[in-house]
């Protein structure tokens, strides 16, 4: 059984520990922001759009780019392999531009591959992939023929034609 000035000086000491437990250094390890290697965007892309005349459609930068030290490149359906030079970049820049009007039927999407290197041929990054999805415009009206037709009395219900015919672009 404790007197009550023993039981004031055992909450004065647990509340000064508390306390100093608190004020002492509250992480050991710091966090710090890590910077991502490269800045790409995916890109959407709608089918029929001119996109010709901009600077670039997405721009692919390294982090240790520090002024001419890296060259960038593109490689995959699209850039390098038919259709070719589709996208091109510029490899000073980092800007990738489109130099023809995409066409969703023919291709829904180009996986692109994003390469930097030193002026020395080092790779300055891992690879980056670049998909660039085409968004699709109706382009191709709806073609409906009349269809005549009759039910016979007393059918059973639950029966369904249907006709789906698919038209591509000319």
């Given at each position: ?41 995916p890109a ?24 001419e ?62 998909t ?6 109706n382009d191709?009206a ?8 009759n ?18 672009a000319?």
């Amino acid at each position: 059984k404790l007197n009550i000035q023993k039981q004031i000086q055992l909450v004065c000491v647990v509340s000064f520990q508390v306390l100093s437990a608190e004020s002492g250094p509250r992480r050991q390890k710091t966090l710090r922001r890590k910077k991502r290697e490269w800045i790409l965007p995916p890109a959407k892309l709608m089918e029929n759009t001119d996109y010709r005349h901009k600077e670039f459609i997405v721009k692919i930068r390294s982090d240790k780019d520090l002024g001419e030290l890296v060259d960038y490149y593109l490689t995959g359906e699209g850039a390098d392999k038919e259709p070719l030079n589709l996208f091109v970049v510029d490899r000073k820049t980092g800007f990738v531009r489109i130099t023809e009007l995409l066409d969703r039927e023919k291709r829904q999407f180009y996986n692109l591959t994003g390469i930097a290197r030193f002026k020395d041929g080092k790779k300055a990054e891992d690879d980056v992939p670049l998909t660039v999805t085409v968004l699709d415009q109706n382009d191709n009206a709806p073609y409906f023929e009349l269809q005549m037709g009759n039910i016979t009395e007393e059918s059973k219900p639950g029966r369904v034609t249907f006709l789906n015919t698919y038209q591509p672009a000319a």
